[in-house]
């Protein structure tokens, strides 16, 4: 079947760079988004990558290995306001969306 | 960002009820899609449009039904409600297919007692 892990929950301190992994095995591979939601809000776009390598966007930037199927998300100079669930999500060969179910990252002062 | 409404953004209602949830866009865009999220769950696709009067079934489309007579607006029924469909509806559009980015709805907290 075809699955995206990520991490639950992860915890960082404010000002600090927080990682979050997402690996995916699916029927091939069309593209790979990061979404960022806040409690109680609609999810919002973040990154997309379908190609390998490292996408810069401001303080995020976004990783993809599609040999590994593994991509993660760089968030630097935490701010409190980064405190959101993180989800990525794979198209595949069908050109179906798989979601992941999301990280949850909790910013501490 | 995108012009998309939600309505009604809650509602409570009981087993056995029909309810239904509507999608207004003012983007013109060609796909809508209707998602449910639980705890501990991924966005689920419940169904999707592709143009008007041009829908598919997504993978919890089970007790759901949906219709777009306009460009503009997509319409997620649950015929007879039950309390496991008790969730936060999303709905989305993009402009073409799901290689494209999606902006989504504030969400609609249905619950069913």
């Known amino acids: 079947g075809q699955n995206i892990d990520q991490p639950t929950e992860m915890t960082a301190t404010e000002g600090a760079i927080v990682q979050i992994n997402c690996t995916y095995q699916?029927?091939?591979?069309?593209?790979l988004f990061w979404y960022q939601q806040h409690a109680g809000e609609a999810p919002t776009f973040l990154s997309y990558?379908?190609l390998d390598g490292l996408e810069e966007k401001g303080r995020f930037s976004s990783f993809l290995s599609r040999s590994k199927g593994y991509s993660y998300l760089l968030l630097k100079e935490l701010q409190m306001k980064d405190s959101a669930s993180y989800l990525c999500?794979?198209?595949?060969?069908?050109?179906?969306?798989?979601w992941g179910a999301g990280t949850k990252l909790i910013i501490k002062p | 960002d995108a012009g998309i409404t939600q309505s009604p953004r809650h509602k409570v209602t009981e087993t056995g009820t029909p309810v239904t949830l509507r999608c207004h866009q003012t983007?013109?865009?060609?796909?809508m899609y209707w998602y449910r999220q639980d705890p501990g769950h991924g966005l689920r696709l419940i169904h999707y449009?592709?143009?008007?009067?041009?829908?598919d079934k997504g993978e919890v489309s089970d007790g759901y039904s949906v219709s777009r007579s306009k460009t503009e607006d997509f319409l997620l029924t649950l015929e007879s409600a039950t309390s496991s469909q008790t969730s936060v509806y999303f709905c989305?559009?993009?402009?073409?297919?799901?290689?494209?980015?999606?902006?989504f709805g504030p969400g609609t907290r249905l619950t069913v007692l």
């Open positions: 983007e013109n865009h060609r796909y």
């Open positions: 999500a794979v198209t595949d060969s069908n050109y179906q969306l798989i």
């Open positions: 449009s592709y143009g008007v009067k041009d829908t």
């Open positions: 990558n379908v």
């Open positions: 989305a559009i993009s402009e073409s297919d799901n290689t494209d980015t999606q902006y």
């Open positions: 699916t029927s091939g591979f069309n593209g």
